[in-house]
């Protein structure tokens, strides 16, 4: 999208620990993650030589199962274990 509007951009891979902080709101849990994201992906753009005016785009998002949220698994998910404790899906 942003090459169709002509805009030349770099892409940073940040590193941001995803970590839910103590009583965080599930809705300000995203949102931190992605300010995070934009602020340690320019200061990587800077240390790399970057100047000039600049704009850093980040998103994240969560994934919430009734109040909780699941976290990205420590190693791979398999197919029996990645939902384990979830409701069987309807077949309605």
Do not use: H, N
């Amino acid at each position: 999208m942003l090459s169709r509007l002509g805009l030349r951009f770099d892409v940073e891979v940040p590193r941001v620990a995803e970590e839910r902080a103590s009583g965080e709101r599930i809705i300000a849990y995203p949102e931190r993650l992605a300010r995070e994201k934009a602020a340690a992906g320019l200061e990587s753009w800077k240390k790399r030589g970057g100047q000039g005016p600049v704009v850093a785009l980040a998103a994240d998002t969560v994934v919430v199962f009734g109040d909780e949220v699941l976290e990205k698994p420590a190693t791979a998910p398999t197919p029996s274990g990645c939902c384990a404790g979830s409701p069987a899906p309807s077949t309605a």
